[in-house]
């Protein structure tokens, strides 16, 4: 479910028409509903109200810092995966016992920042890792929570590029090797170890996977228990996928995803956190754009829109669908035309969806690209020397811009020609 549904007509973010923000902030531009956000991360809440839980939203699905603010003030957690992620978690005004750091490749100097900031727990990716880790937290007489993430080698049945759980992933700790890391972490300066840490992909819409996944955490757990190990919090991941075509089947539910948790681990007396992103924001935004020109080719027409790879980077990159709405409703009835929505950059690549079924439409007109929330504006590039995408965030019949578009001299502003040029 989302809040962008047509009145009188024409497309609404909530209260607001998109006509409205396309002629006050321009084309092409991001839209979210917060009254979505709020709904979404409700939902996971609820789904784990029968235990002791945290809901760290995933920061790389959506990095804004009113989207992350407005999280906060629900009570979410943050998950992050860098230091400029860390920063941006603070900023919004989550406290560093709320943020929990993931990723495979933290610096010293991010590790640094976070014990000095707060930390909630650090999720170990490597043995390599937890040695550096070690050697901070000791220099700076501190002693930090830490979790280890596992690879359950667990098919998520996802796109590849997004599978995170398979052996031959770059993720996590064979879950073969736990007992031995996990010795090795209780003997190590600096660390105190707190849990079990497993993430399998994103845009599951399955939840055997999950079944699969967890089951082996809590056949793990019960193991590092037997061992001395106290292990008192499971970090499950998140990667629940959402609708991002209108007439497919829906995905699981949260409710679902949330009983699934409470049949695998449910029995262990651990606190729960789990770090959805995708399934929160994905359907809470939209990418409005306003068509440039239509294009009759030889043997197809393009719809040439203003909107491109480097404000939408899925289509590209992953082969990803995301449905595109005219932003003025079509009359019942009106006649289809079959045309491949295209954007304005100097690559075949810069194409959104190929054979989409659209009414007639001409310069001028706008369209929407849907469940545009996440992954949109954080993979986002100036390309083509093309301005980032500006983006506004709705509530109700207001809106405002949480990210203003840059102007063409700030853009040249960052560069410098050096003197002996």
Known sequence: MDHFTYRDGTLCAEDVPLTQIAAEVGTPVYVYSAATLTRHFNLFRQALDWTDHLVCFAVKANSNLAVLKLMADLGAGMDVVSGGEYLRAKAAGVPGNRIVFSGVGKTAQEMRQAIEGGIRQFNIESEPEMLVLSSVAASMGAEVPIAIRVNPDVDAKTHEKIAT?????????????????????????????????????????????????????????RALRAGGHEISRLDLGGGLGIPYRRDNTAPPLPIEYGQVIRETVGD????????????????????????????????????????AMNDLLRPAMYNAHHDIVPVAQAELGASLRE??????????????????????????????????????????????????????????????????????????????IPEWL
């Open 165 to 221: 759980g398979k052996s031959d992933n770059k993720f996590g700790i064979p879950i073969s090797k736990a007992r031995q890391v996990y010795a090795e972490a209780a003997a190590l300066p600096g660390l105190k170890v707190v849990g079990i840490d497993v993430h399998i992909g994103s845009q599951l819409t399955d939840l055997e996977p999950f079944r699969l996944a967890y089951t082996k955490v809590a056949e793990l757990t």
């Open 268 to 307: 262990l007396g651990c606190e729960i956190e789990i770090e959805p992103g995708r399934n929160i924001v994905g359907n809470a935004g939209i990418l409005l754009a306003q068509v440039i020109y239509l294009k009759e080719g030889e043997g197809r027409d393009f719809l040439i829109v203003d909107a």
């Open 339 to 416: 045309m491949d929505v295209v954007g304005p950059i100097c690559e075949s690549g810069d194409t959104f969806e190929k054979g989409a079924q659209l009414p007639q439409l001409q310069s001028g007109d706008l369209v929407a690209f849907r469940s545009a929330g996440a992954y949109g504006a954080v993979m986002a590039s100036e390309y083509n020397s093309r301005p980032l995408v500006p983006e506004v965030l709705v509530s109700g019949d207001h809106f405002a811009v949480i990210r203003a578009r840059p102007s063409f001299e700030e853009m040249l502003a960052r560069d410098t």
